[in-house]
């Protein structure tokens, strides 16, 4: 910036200056001088101002803090957003961050205030060492729109150091002939801290015989000395202690000691001497190891043993001693541990030379490290902004980087480059780091991804190049919906399948790229039997995979039909549909039911495979061979062949007499029945399918050997009796049972008589129906045990209890047949003559009965053990007859 500056001066009317006139003129120099200095002042500050802003402009994007060491983490170290100009809510939008460039970060960017604080604990020491100025620098990374700023932290010394001897104790040996005035270095103290904070004061311990002095050197290091003041005794005292004192100039002050032990020596009273007080030499830091760097030597004007001199180091750090080895006998130093410029570039050595007498000098050794081309530029990448929308406009920083070579000098020098094929270019923002920018449009559909290769050289000879590879995805917009791989899906899924399921998956690509590609999977709406299709099938957003959630039945479903949505992620989204059918494949999972003989009552009757079904058919003995006796009917509530049922005969009484039809179920006798072929003959018949494996059911018919129907209830009154009862015992109870039957049926006469005599109407229809008896033929009777019952149509039942007011009569319209049923009806009854504990209980009479038949129902107690009985009795008369179960 330049400042014009113009002094004025007043004209007159014509553009002229004006002149004084007269007196007047004369009298105001003194004036005029005091505003040509007032306005050299006010050119002076204007002046003043420029330089301030030049210097602003300069140091603009420049962050400069200081910070004492040893600060804890979270220290305040500088207000980064205040400095910058940075809105504190817009640091996280713009993405602001402290840039890693793959060292130790001792500093972190707190975006909640803008601060830029304490990361790690900063020592001064470990990081610069014994440097004046400790400067850390930091580049912090604006995204948003991309720029890059650097900063650097001064680090302050503070006093954390005291000074600190190599040894607590030290042996000093003198020969008693020294000369008074004789100097003896001492080891130095080392105090890491820098000024005032550093190494400043030694003191000793007082003595009569030695004194101390410290030299300034030209590296501005103290070296002690200790001066022989007085001749040695060594008769009078052989071992002087001295305490040599260290300390510096830091707040508080800090200090360290350690202990001289002086031994006097009879004898040698001349030390060796070095050709050279200071020995330099400067080394290539690539040299061999085991090389020779160069020879001390010192002589002794003694003779003798006094003057044979041994060589060796002098308090040096324990690093140093492993880099370098002395010969005692030579003096030559030797290399024994690869040499680094970039770790350390200078050694300082101490050198003794010792002769026997015990007495020594001293020499320093300086050995520079020169630098060669060994290390290869290092590109760290700082950011990448990728994928990159393929609309990026022209010039947009897409990648930063930063180049380091550990190297010095034209070593260190680096060059960077990339190809110029691409539609990049490179472009310098300071120091070492790069910007890589967009120098084209960019077009996703000729070219998906950029792999960007950046080459880095140095300046060394032969250069070394190292290269690193920007990966960059050209970002693409939603223009392509979702493919299935097939036009329509379908798939066969076995009935009583498990929950949850896999039926099968869909697939669909999109040829996007991105959230674009990304494909999600939803059911379109439906309903399977009034029911939400979601109910029965469900489909993996992510995976398309379709899964039954609950067991299908292919007697309720057999089919389901669905539509499947692929939509992509971009916005907007778009999809595509594909129809899915799902088929429900039957299994055998369904026995055979027998529906005639229908199930017999009582406990562990059921349906089912292996259930028990009773039934009783009549067959005349005079049958012949292939005489329908019963058909035995079933059906299977599966289809296919799990349906196709087969019949066969599984058990009977007579193996040969009679056969089942395998398809028909039908039951037909084999061959003429015989005489000694038992009347009742039971048959079991096995109904099966033809699934895998074959489910089947069970049929128990009972088949009656009789010409009449009066056998046929003969036999099966004959068959109440239990078999495995004794036959003597069963008479006992048969002629109680008599007995006591006759006792209740007079008793019921009696109380009959009543009850006509009560209802008059009731027994006027009886004797109605009675009548009708009159005229009809001996046919229409059979005989049970010497008992005649009329069988007719007509059929009146009467239920009569202690309590004749629940008497009850119930006439039936329907017809009576030849043959009992094969499945009496199951209606319970209510017991008519509770007596004790035992009650009949489930007993109905037959359908088809004598007409006017009386039944009671009565309670009989049996021995223990000898099983129960039902006792059929029947006794002709006006009544009918009387039927009694005994339980």
């Known amino acids: 910036s330049h400042l014009l500056l113009e002094r004025k001066t007043p004209r007159g009317p014509a553009g002229r200056p004006r002149r004084a006139e007269g007196r007047a003129g004369q009298l105001l120099p003194g004036l005029a001088m005091a505003g040509r200095e007032a306005s050299r002042g006010r050119r002076e500050r204007a002046l003043l101002w420029c330089v301030l802003v030049a210097a602003w402009e300069a140091a603009w994007g420049q962050l400069r803090y200081s910070v004492p060491e040893e600060m804890p983490k979270g220290s305040f170290v500088g207000d980064v957003a205040k400095d910058l100009g940075l809105e504190l809510p817009a640091l996280r939008d713009r993405g602001v961050r402290v840039v890693d460039t793959g060292r130790t970060q001792y500093f972190f960017l707190d975006l909640q205030n803008g601060h830029l604080s304490v990361k790690e604990r900063v020592d001064r020491e470990e990081i610069c060492a014994a440097a004046a100025k400790c400067v850390l620098n930091f580049e912090i990374l604006v995204k948003h729109p991309m720029k890059l700023y650097r900063g650097e932290v001064e680090i302050l010394d503070i006093n954390d150091n005291s000074p600190s001897f190599p040894e607590r104790n030290s042996v000093l040996e003198i020969s008693e002939y020294t000369a008074p005035g004789t100097r003896f270095p001492l080891e130095k103290a080392q105090d890491p801290d820098i000024g005032v904070n550093s190494l400043q004061h030694y003191e000793c311990s007082e003595s ?3 004194t101390l002095d410290v030299r300034n050197a030209d590296d501005n290091v103290k070296h002690p000395e200790l001066i022989l003041v007085k001749s040695l005794d060594r008769e009078q005292q052989a071992v002087h202690n001295l305490i040599l004192t260290a300390t510096d100039s830091g707040s508080p002050v800090k200090s360290g000691s350690t202990i001289i032990q002086v031994i006097v020596l009879d004898g040698n009273d001349n030390a060796p001497e070095f050709t050279q007080s200071v020995y330099k030499v400067t080394v290539r830091e690539d040299v061999a190891v085991g090389s020779r760097v160069l020879q001390v030597t010192a002589t002794d004007r003694d003779e003798g043993p006094n003057a044979e001199v041994k060589y060796s180091f002098f308090k040096i750090p324990e690093k140093f001693d492993k880099t370098f080895k002395l010969y005692p006998e030579s003096g030559e130093i030797e290399i024994t541990e690869k ?3 970039e770790e350390q570039d200078f050694y300082e050595l101490d050198v003794q030379a010792r002769d026997a007498g015990g007495l020594s000098s001293h020499s320093k050794v300086l050995i520079k490290v020169a630098d060669v081309n060994n290390h290869v530029p290092e590109i760290v990448i700082t950011s990448v902004f990728s994928p990159v929308p393929e609309d990026t406009p022209l010039g947009t920083v897409i990648a930063i980087f930063n180049v380091q070579d550990r190297d010095s000098g034209a070593n260190g020098e680096v060059r960077c480059s990339i190809a110029e094929n691409l539609p990049f270019r490179l472009e310098r923002s300071f120091d070492n780091y790069y910007s890589v920018v967009t120098a084209e449009e960019l ?14 050289a140095d300046g060394g000879s032969p250069a070394l190049r190292s290269s690193a590879v920007l990966a960059l995805r050209v970002l693409d917009v939603n223009d392509n919906a979702p493919v299935f791989a097939e036009a329509r899906y379908s798939a066969r899924l076995p009935e009583n399948n498990a929950a949850g399921a896999l039926v099968l998956t869909v697939r669909a690509a999109d040829a ?5 590609a990304r494909v999600r999977y939803r059911l379109s709406e439906g309903r399977v039997r009034g029911a939400p299709l979601s109910s029965y099938v469900s489909v993996q957003a992510e995976t398309g995979a379709l899964y039954a959630l609950r067991s299908f039945d292919y007697e309720e479903v057999r089919e389901v039909g669905l539509w499947v949505r692929a939509e992509d992620g971009g916005a907007p989204a778009l999809s595509s549909n594909v129809s899915v059918r799902l088929v429900i494949v ?15 009552p009582g406990p562990g009757a059921g349906a089912g495979a292996g259930a028990g079904w009773a039934g009783v058919e009549l067959a005349p003995r005079s049958a012949e061979p292939g005489a329908l006796v019963a058909k035995v009917v079933a059906v299977d509530a599966d289809a296919g062949q799990n349906a196709w049922l087969s019949y066969e005969l599984a058990k009977a009484t007579e193996p040969g007499l009679f056969r089942v039809g395998l398809h028909s179920g039908e039951v037909r006798t084999a061959r003429f029945p015989l005489a000694r072929d038992a009347a009742r003959q039971s048959l079991v018949v096995v109904v099966k399918d033809h699934g895998r494996p074959a489910l089947s059911a069970t049929a128990t018919l009972t088949v009656v050997l009789a010409e009449s129907v009066a056998e046929l209830l003969s036999e099966l009154g004959s068959a109440a009796a239990a078999p495995g009862e004794p036959a003597g015992s069963l008479t006992r109870w048969l002629v109680v049972a008599v007995a006591a039957v006759s006792c209740l049926f007079l008793a019921f006469l009696l109380l009959l008589l009543a009850l006509r005599l ?3 109407r009731r027994s006027q229809l009886l004797a109605a129906g009675s009548g009708a008896l009159r005229g009809v033929p001996a046919s229409h009777f059979v005989g049970i045990d010497g008992v005649r019952a009329f069988l007719r149509s007509y059929s009146h039942e009467v239920s009569l209890t202690a309590d004749s007011r629940k008497s009850q009569l119930r006439l039936s319209g329907g017809s009576c047949c030849d043959t009992l049923p094969a499945r009496p009806p199951a209606e319970p009854s209510d017991d008519l003559v509770p007596t004790g504990d035992h009650v009949a209980e489930n007993v109905s009479p037959p359908e088809c009965v004598p007409s006017l038949l009386y039944v009671f129902y009565v309670p009989c107690s049996l021995p223990a053990g000898q099983g129960s009985s039902c006792l059929a009795f029947s006794k002709a008369g006006t009544f009918g007859y009387l039927l009694l179960t005994l339980p």
């Open 208 to 210: 009569p015989y030695f």
């Open 339 to 341: 040499l680094n410029f």
């Open 443 to 456: 077009d996703r559909e000729e070219v998906a991804e950029y792999n960007v290769t950046v080459r880095a």
């Open 512 to 516: 996007d790229w991105g959230q674009n």
């Open 586 to 600: 039957d299994e055998n999972d369904n026995a055979p039911q027998v529906l005639y003989p229908p199930p017999a």
């Open 758 to 760: 009560r209802r008059w």
